[in-house]
T-cell receptor, first 114, second 113 residues
Framework: SQQGEEDPQALSIQEGENATMNCSYK?????LQWYRQNSGRGLVHLIL?????REKHSGRLRVTLDTSKKSSSLLITASRAADTASYFC??????????????FGKGTKLSVIP | DGGITQSPKYLFRKEGQNVTLSCEQN?????MYWYRQDPGQGLRLIYY???????QKGDIAEGYSVSREKKESFPLTVTSAQKNPTAFYLC????????????FGPGTRLTVT
């Protein structure tokens, strides 16, 4: 079942511009995570934001979380060609039997043009 | 050099054959996961294990099997019962059963013809 949905599906920007990706989800969460995937590679964890946090920064990344709207956004400032990748949000929620499970969205494909 | 490894990177099999994908981690993580990724799609959870000798089905476990005999290893077998096995398979590990980031291996691309 798809818990997180990213928007837009694809985004193309010029180097130096900011890139914003959004994620919406359906049920309550423990935390929300953002991952990056270069083509044909594994995922790399970027940032984790807990349900009681509203904003988090890491270098050029800024993540916000609005639990009332069940949405999150990832902002990459001053983008570089090396930021070209797919970006996924993943929601971590408690499932039956006290087991946590991450559910991934379909991702936003970001292209940064030099 | 800590990390999570998957082998092989590319795997080709004939229809009707079982195939086992390897996943090893030296991060001392308790939890390990197998995901499947199809083109243009997100990741779907196949199986996960939160401690040795214990594993649970994920959302798409049919046609797959796993074992967790050692903390470091979580191999995935794609059986002939899996109707559409061609995909990119990703293994991940995490420190504990929930609330932590997952560390991913480089993936195995399986092609079944």
């Amino acid at each position: 079942s798809q818990q997180g949905e990213e928007d837009p599906q694809a985004l193309s920007i010029q180097e130096g511009e900011n890139a914003t990706m959004n994620c919406s989800y359906k049920t309550s969460i423990n935390n929300l995570q953002w991952y990056r995937q270069n083509s044909g590679r594994g995922l790399v964890h970027l940032i984790l934001i807990r349900s009681n946090e509203r904003e988090k920064h890491s270098g050029r990344l800024r993540v916000t979380l609005d639990t009332s709207k069940k949405s999150s956004s990832l902002l990459i400032t001053a983008s570089r060609a090396a930021d070209t990748a797919s970006y996924f949000c993943a929601t971590d929620r408690l499932r039956t039997g006290s087991r946590y499970q991450l559910t991934f969205g379909k991702g936003t494909k970001l292209s940064v043009i030099p | 050099d800590g990390g999570i490894t998957q082998s092989p990177k590319y795997l080709f099999r004939k229809e009707g054959q079982n195939v086992t994908l390897s996943c090893e981690q030296n991060l001392n993580h308790d939890a390990m996961y197998w995901y499947r990724q199809d083109p243009g799609q997100g990741l779907r959870l196949i199986y996960y294990s939160q401690i040795v000798n214990d594993f649970q089905k994920g959302d798409i476990a049919e046609g797959y099997s796993v074992s967790r005999e050692k903390k470091e290893s979580f191999p995935l077998t794609v059986t002939s019962a899996q109707k559409n096995p061609t995909a990119f398979y990703l293994c991940a590990s995490a420190r504990d059963r929930g609330g932590y980031e997952q560390y991913f291996g480089p993936g195995t691309r399986l092609t079944v013809t």
